[in-house]
């Protein structure tokens, strides 16, 4: 007879797998092995895609990266510590609304209390904002019917604890016979509520916010002001040079404000929501804490027109972003080294259409955010980030994922900074059977933190102290650390090395690092903000 842990684990599995997962992360670990060997059985019958990664940090987002991308998958790990490094994916799913799945597998309740191995208490571990629900040791057929209920209606990540005794190992192999539950019809449209004319408006989408962002300025003649990951940056009202603008006479001439999405990424953008004189209508945005920061006059889960609002507004706002735009490319042309800035629009310019960008946060999709290509609507371009919390962690890792994810689609790409490359270089370290997806990832290289130049913090009387604290120079030869993953790098120092190199991909996951300046950003980035509309 098959030992209660061996049940009750492929019991786990078979749930996920009728409850629409297709793909398993594994970190490996003892007291996991039960659930190991029921995903690895699973994978052999072909019902899952099967990865594996030493470090849990890393095998979380690249859950979190295989979700994003189209293909729902859980994440198993061993129990304690084990459990706590995959919170920071965990917390970015939450925020972000992504339906990961962890499933910890836990020691029996007689142990907890004790001082046994690899013991501590799993549930509610990542905090009320993460359902968690506990199988015991038995495989009980009500608690995997509700663990079939819980996944079905999942909006953010779920914790599955299952509680395992030992024998941890199976005497058998498992054929499982399970059948994939066919995937829900998409929710019905909203009915959208109706908007007046009068007011002069903009649209702002922020992370995720999706086609109906960029619908509704169409429809209404109304600036888009679309940050990368939106979902929006699409079509010709979609402006390049918004938050140039937001601080000009254009700017203090907004009067509404319809907003959908997470827009994280400009000071200007959160000083215009936050204006007493502005009204502010709102698409609800998902997440944990979907509450905005600021004062909001009404929502609804979409919105509409009647007609087309007067053209003026939407042409002075074309006109004024075009003046600029040009303004930005000549600065930019004629600074004497190679720019952050031109390595975003170079790697913006590489996404072809159906292709996938995957940038992460801090400076490069702040660059990104000035220097997006101009994108047709229908070319299926997508862009994504972790902008739950907009944190540095695992973006290598859900890359990769992100990538792997996709079923179709054409070119991927990552950008992103060098440190935020560093915290998650882990995510190179793959075992020779393990899928590995074409992918370029680009490495804006100015050996430090440079955001941080052009806050508070990198004014000058705080020179003494501010590499040591923010700066953060580091030193690391790159070539040597891919080198050591045998990971393909190519290191270019100008914009035409880079384009070639853009051109003309490996395959597999390969690395281009671009090298730019540190010591001149404050001062480059305030030459950008100073930039304003001249006459055509």
């Given at each position: ?494 914009l035409g090395e880079l384009e070639h190199a853009l051109a003309s991909p490996n395959g597999g996951i390969e690395v281009v690092e671009a090298v730019v300046r540190r010591d001149n950003r404050r001062e480059l980035d305030a030459r950008i903000r100073a930039l304003a509309p001249l006459p055509l």
């Open positions: 007879m098959t030992n209660p842990a061996t049940q009750l684990a492929r019991a786990v599995v078979s749930a996920l797998i009728e409850a629409g997962l297709t793909d398993v992360v594994i970190a490996p670990g003892s007291r996991n092995a039960p659930l190991s060997f029921a995903a690895y059985d699973a994978a052999e019958a072909g019902l899952l895609r099967l990865h594996t990664r030493i470090d849990e940090r890393s095998a979380g987002f690249l859950a979190l990266g295989l979700t994003r991308g189209g293909a729902r998958t859980a994440v198993i790990c061993t129990s304690g510590t084990a459990v706590a490094n995959l919170h920071p994916a965990v917390l970015e799913a939450a925020h972000a609304a992504v339906p990961l799945v962890v499933v910890s597998a836990d020691r029996p309740a007689r142990l907890r209390g004790t001082s046994a191995n690899q013991t501590t208490d799993h549930l509610g571990l990542f905090g009320p904002l993460v359902a968690t629900t506990n199988l015991a040791d038995a495989a009980e057929t009500a608690e995997v019917a509700g663990l079939l209920d819980a996944l079905g209606g999942a909006a953010g990540p779920l914790h599955l604890n299952v509680q395992l005794d030992e024998p941890l190992l199976p005497d058998d192999t498992w054929s499982p016979g399970v059948v994939r539950a066919e995937r829900s019809a998409r929710a019905a449209r909203p009915e959208p509520t109706l908007l007046r004319f009068g007011p002069r408006t903009v649209v702002v989408a922020g992370d995720d916010a999706g086609p109906p962002a960029r619908v509704l300025a169409e429809q209404a003649g109304w600036p888009l002001l679309a940050e990368p990951t939106s979902g929006s940056r699409t079509g010709d009202h979609a402006l390049r040079c918004y938050r140039l603008l937001l601080d000009g006479e254009l700017g203090r001439r907004i009067e509404r404000v319809v907003v959908a999405g997470h827009p994280t990424l400009s000071r200007p953008v959160a000083r215009l929501l936050g204006r007493a004189d502005v009204e502010v209508l709102e698409i609800p945005a998902a997440g944990a804490w979907a509450e905005r920061p600021f004062r909001v006059e009404a929502r609804a889960d979409a919105w509409a027109v009647e007609g087309t609002d007067d053209p003026a507004w939407l042409a002075e706002w074309r006109e004024a972003d075009a003046s600029v735009a040009r303004q930005l490319d000549r600065l930019l042309a004629s600074e004497p080294e190679l720019t952050p800035h031109e390595v975003a629009g170079a790697v913006s310019r590489a996404v072809p259409p159906s292709g996938l960008l995957v940038v992460g946060a801090s400076s490069p999709i702040r660059d990104l955010d000035l220097m997006v290509a101009h994108y047709e609507v229908g070319d299926r371009r997508k862009v994504i980030a972790n902008r739950g919390l907009a944190g540095i962690d695992g973006v290598v890792s859900t890359a990769i994922g992100a990538a792997l994810g996709r079923t179709h689609g054409s070119r991927n790409l990552a950008l992103m900074g060098d440190v935020t490359f560093l915290h998650d270089a882990n995510g190179l370290l793959l075992g020779p059977a393990e899928a590995r997806p074409d992918l370029t990832i680009v490495v804006v290289n100015d050996d430090g933190g440079s955001i941080f130049t052009m806050l508070e913090q990198g004014a000058p009387e705080h020179a003494d102290r501010f590499e040591a604290l923010f700066g953060t120079p580091h030193g690391v030869d790159l070539a040597s650390l891919c080198a050591a993953t045998r990971t393909p790098h190519w290191k270019v120092d100008s």
